[in-house]
C-alpha cells in the first residue's frame, strides 16, 4: 500500500460535498442497445461521462458521445487514456494492486491470467483505486452474492450514486431482441456480458429497475431505436 500510494494519488476528489453543486453523471455500460439510440449529445451535456472497459467512442459518436471524465477498468481490460480522464481501478485481486504500481513505473507485470498492458500511459494524478471494502459491501449489500462478483457496470452506478447528485444511466441490458453483445461488435449472438458466467446480469438488472422506481436513477432505453 505504501508503494501505491508514492505512485498514485493518495486523497480522496470526492470526499467533502460542495452543497451548492448539483453533479449530473452518465453512466455508460457497454450494452450494444446504445446503437442507432442518438443518446451522445444527451450523454455528453452531462458532467461527468464515466465509461468502461473496452468502451471505445470513436465511429460512435452520435450514439454514445464523447466525452469521457472516468473509465472503470481493471489490469485485463485496462487501455491508455488521454490526459484528464479518471481511471478508476477496480481491484478485483491483490494483484491488481501490484500491476498499477508496475504499470506506471517499471513494466515488469507482463501477465496476470492473460496478458495484460504493462506500462499505461494516462494521466498519473488522476488514477483512483476502488476501495476493496466498496466492492465487498456492493457485494453483500446490492448483488447480495449473486454472480461470482457484481459487474463494472454495477459497480460504476454505485459509486456513481455516492458521488453524483443526478445518476443517468446509459447502455445496460439486451438489446430489444434480447442480444447481450457490446455497442461495438456486428455479431448479435456475442452476449459477452450475460455470458461470462461471472456476474449475474438479470438479478443486476432487477437492482437497476428497483432504483428507477424508487426515483434514484433515470434509465435510458431504446425508445430512441428505429431497427
Ligand atoms: O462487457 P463489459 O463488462 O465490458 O461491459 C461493461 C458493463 O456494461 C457491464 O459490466 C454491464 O454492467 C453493462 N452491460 C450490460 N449489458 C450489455 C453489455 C454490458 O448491462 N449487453
Known amino acids: 500500500m505504501t508503494k501505491l500510494f508514492e505512485v498514485v494519488p493518495n486523497t480522496d476528489p470526492y470526499q467533502s460535498k460542495n452543497e451548492t453543486q448539483c453533479r449530473r453523471c452518465a453512466i455508460v455500460g457497454n450494452s450494444g442497445n446504445l446503437k442507432y439510440s442518438s443518446y451522445g449529445a444527451k450523454i455528453d451535456s452531462h458532467d461527468f461521462v464515466m465509461r468502461m472497459n473496452r468502451a471505445t467512442t470513436s465511429g460512435f459518436e452520435k450514439d454514445v458521445g464523447n466525452k469521457s471524465t472516468h473509465y472503470f477498468m481493471y489490469p485485463e481490460s485496462a487501455h491508455h487514456l488521454p490526459p484528464g480522464v479518471h481511471f478508476v481501478l477496480i ?27 504493462s506500462k499505461i500511459h494516462l494521466d498519473q494524478d488522476k488514477v483512483m483505486i476502488l476501495n476493496p471494502a466498496f466492492l465487498k459491501y456492493i457485494h453483500d449489500n446490492w448483488t447480495n452474492h449473486h454472480g461470482k462478483y457484481p459487474s463494472t457496470g454495477m459497480i460504476a452506478i454505485l459509486f456513481a450514486l455516492h458521488i453524483c447528485e443526478e445518476v443517468s444511466v446509459f447502455g ?56
Request: hydrophobic share 35%.
Open 91 to 117: 481491484p478485483f485481486k491483490p494483484l491488481d494492486m501490484e500491476w498499477i504500481v508496475s504499470a506506471l513505473t517499471t513494466g515488469n507485470i507482463k501477465f496476470t491470467y492473460v496478458r495484460v498492458v
Open 172 to 227: 445496460f441490458g439486451a438489446d430489444r431482441k434480447g442480444s447481450w453483445h457490446h455497442y461495438w461488435e456486428n455479431n448479435k449472438h456475442a452476449g459477452a456480458f450475460q455470458k461470462t458466467g461471472v456476474h449475474d446480469a438479470k438479478f443486476e438488472m432487477e437492482i437497476i429497475r428497483k432504483l428507477v422506481e424508487e426515483g434514484k436513477i433515470t434509465f435510458y432505453n431504446e425508445t430512441n431505436v428505429k431497427y
